[in-house]
């Protein structure tokens, strides 16, 4: 699991705006998130819709000393949607770093509780308070890699100091480097003073720069008082772009092909992100593939001329709650487009039919932005990036 702690003691800088949205990007592109909110105001566990969270099932349960109140760390995560879990806050957190202060090794107690089991997460992301105190030296403590928002605004800099102070502190004490970048946020580009800051942002952080830049974009402020990510308030706007260049920028390297495909699909057509919509996957999903070979098709494939000839494959699945399903694979170049959209019947079964040359196949459905394998089909083959795909062989 990669920890990615998201700090700065500026408040509105945007720590938190990014932690549910690089959050949502990443479930959405097959990654397993489980979201921390560190921060006693909440903000994150609102904006991800937590509003009803149990009030003695929150971070402050799993980092508390005090028996009757403490809990395992299983025991304080909630579902938010999909891949994407949060461990809530709660304002008792206030009281911790009081709570802890005498006990031994208690800046290092978050970092404990994550490596000390094996999470089924492929990342943590974790919110920080707008200060420099217990709880942000915990979370930098227990990150693998800190980003630190930096709006386009006045005195934006100040104050950044001191926490790269913190995290020096943390290596010389306790012999802890993660790496550390910077995310240019809040940037306007109709006004010259976004680029003079980001310039200056530049000249300090150097290569330690994200180079994925946050624009000013309303639709993210509409989408947390909703209690939603921006990606499900608006799939298309600048924000859920900005946000999924981000977790595609953080993915880099070890991106899944679904990702890929699915960032691809977003710039190089700009119809942004319709494989980034959320599941609605409520029912169990069954699926079926079989290969029609209609009477002439069967002619065709004894004929001298068969891999010119295309056979005729119809790809099913069963998903009755889904609002939209698209196939793709290697015959489409993974595109998601109209092309690739299935047709619903009454009963909830999706179908596509293809004609393809003979040959083995690559394949995937994609059922409200969730990638799935043919469950039916037993025939799959890893990816070069670690994860699988359906195979279909035609002859
Ligand atoms: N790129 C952006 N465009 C427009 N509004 C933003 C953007 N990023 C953050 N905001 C808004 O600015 C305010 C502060 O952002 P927030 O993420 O809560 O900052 P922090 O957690 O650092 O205090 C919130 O109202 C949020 O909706
Ligand atoms: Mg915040």
């Known amino acids: 699991m990669r920890t990615i702690s998201v700090a700065n003691q500026k408040g509105g800088c945007g720590k938190t705006t990014t932690c549910i949205n690089l959050a949502r990007a990443l479930a959405l592109s097959g990654k397993r998130v489980l979201a921390i909110d560190l921060d006693p105001q909440a903000h994150m566990s609102f904006g991800l819709g937590v509003a009803n969270a149990a009030t003695d099932k929150s971070i402050y349960n799993v980092l508390t000393d005090t028996s009757e109140k403490r809990r395992t760390l299983d025991d304080c995560i909630m579902n938010v949607s999909g891949r994407l879990d949060i461990i809530p806050s709660n304002i008792l957190l206030s009281t911790i770093e009081q709570e802890l202060k005498d006990t031994q090794d208690a800046v290092s107690k978050l970092h404990h509780i994550l490596a000390d089991q094996a999470l089924p997460y492929e990342y943590a992301i974790i919110d920080c308070p707008p200060s420099l105190g217990f709880l942000t030296f915990n979370a930098l403590r227990a990150a693998d890699l800190v980003i630190i928002p930096i709006d386009m605004s006045a005195f934006s800099l100040m104050g950044v100091g001191k926490l790269l102070g913190m995290l020096e502190l943390i290596k010389l004490k306790i012999g802890h480097a993660p790496q550390v970048k910077a995310l240019a946020t809040l940037f306007d580009r109709r006004t010259k003073y976004s680029q003079v800051m980001f310039d200056e942002i530049k000249t300090f952080f150097k290569e330690e720069m994200l180079e994925t830049i946050i624009r000013t974009n309303v639709a993210l402020k509409k989408a947390v008082a909703k209690g939603v990510s921006v990606i499900d308030f608006d799939k298309e706007c600048n924000g859920a772009l900005d946000y999924c260049a981000l977790a595609q920028e953080v993915t880099r390297g070890e991106a899944s092909a679904e990702f890929e495909a699915a960032l691809r699909e977003t710039t190089a057509t700009g119809d942004a992100l319709i494989t980034l919509t959320p599941p609605r996957v409520e029912a169990p999903v069954t699926v079926a593939i079989e290969k029609i070979q209609p009477e002439e098709k069967k002619r065709e494939a004894v004929s001298a001329t ?30 998601i487009n109209d092309e690739s959209k299935l047709n619903r019947d009454k009963d909830g079964i999706w179908e596509k039919k293809l004609g393809l ?19 039916r089909n037993a025939d799959k083959e890893q990816n070069p990036y670690g994860s699988f795909d359906s195979i279909i062989a035609l002859t």
């Open 306 to 335: 068969r891999t010119e000839n295309p056979r005729e494959a119809a790809f099913t699945i069963k998903a009755p709650a889904a609002r939209e399903v698209y196939l793709v694979g290697d015959f489409n170049h993974w595109k």
């Open 357 to 375: 040359p003979a040959g083995k196949y690559r394949y995937k459905f994609v059922i409200d932005g969730e990638w799935v394998l043919d469950a």
